[in-house]
């Protein structure tokens, strides 16, 4: 079965400091794998998408991911981070075919001034 | 392009009633998938309605139900309600095959006592 694990459940991170969110899936195809954000109270917000192709993803706000199939990894990244990427981010994974996301347990990223 | 609405946005019920919650995804979007959010089990797909008909189906009694119209509105059902069914429940709709992105809204959270 499908999984997804994000080792880290918090993270604090300087402003104007990078940050890297890490994510690791388990799945046995090529994975359709997917960043989402959450502010509080809040739906879910798509940051960015890998599909096939580039391996290095770029999404919204400055957000950018990198897939590696060696290492079932889809980690996240941000070069400078702003108080108001304090949020909590959900990685997913598709099964190809289904309409179905398995998200990992989210990180809750705290940005210190 | 208005993006996904669910309503209510909050409710309170009592154990042993059932609610009805409803999704309007964005306009163009035929398939409709709802998740719990929680903070002990985090999120977890519940089902997906494409045209009208259930396609795909997660890890949940039959107490939990749902439909979609042809308008691709849909509405989720829980009847006879236990106190663990307090949670956020998000309605998500996309574009059909191949494109797996799901747009989420804001949530309906309902507390159950």
């Known amino acids: 079965a499908q999984s997804v694990t994000q080792p880290d459940i918090h993270i604090t991170v300087s402003e104007g400091a990078s940050l890297e969110l890490r994510c690791n899936y388990s799945y046995g195809a090529t994975p359709y794998l997917f960043w989402y954000v959450q502010s509080p109270g809040q739906g879910l917000q798509l940051l960015l998408k890998y599909f096939s192709g580039d391996t290095l993803v770029q999404g919204i706000k400055g957000f950018e991911a990198e897939f590696k199939r060696s290492q079932s990894s889809f980690n996240l990244r941000k070069p400078s981070v702003h108080w108001s990427d304090a949020a909590e981010y959900f990685c997913?994974?598709?099964?190809?075919?289904?309409?179905?996301?398995?998200f990992g347990t989210g990180t809750r990223l705290l940005v210190s001034p | 392009k208005a993006g996904v609405t669910q309503t209510p946005r909050y409710l309170i019920k009592t154990r042993g009633q059932q609610v009805t919650l409803s999704c309007s995804p964005i306009s163009g979007h035929r398939s409709v998938s709802w998740y719990q959010q929680t903070p002990g089990q985090g999120l977890q797909f519940l089902f997906e309605y494409f045209s009208e008909t259930q396609r795909n189906k997660g890890n949940f009694p039959g107490r939990f139900s749902g439909r979609q119209f042809s308008n691709s509105r849909s509405e989720m059902n829980v009847s006879t309600l236990e106190l663990g069914d307090s949670a956020l429940y998000l309605c998500?709709?996309?574009?059909?095959?191949?494109?797996?992105?799901?747009?989420f809204g804001p949530g309906t959270r309902l507390t159950v006592t």
């Open positions: 998500a709709s996309s574009l059909d095959r191949p494109s797996y992105e799901q747009y």
């Open positions: 997913a994974v598709a099964q190809g075919g289904f309409q179905k996301l398995v």
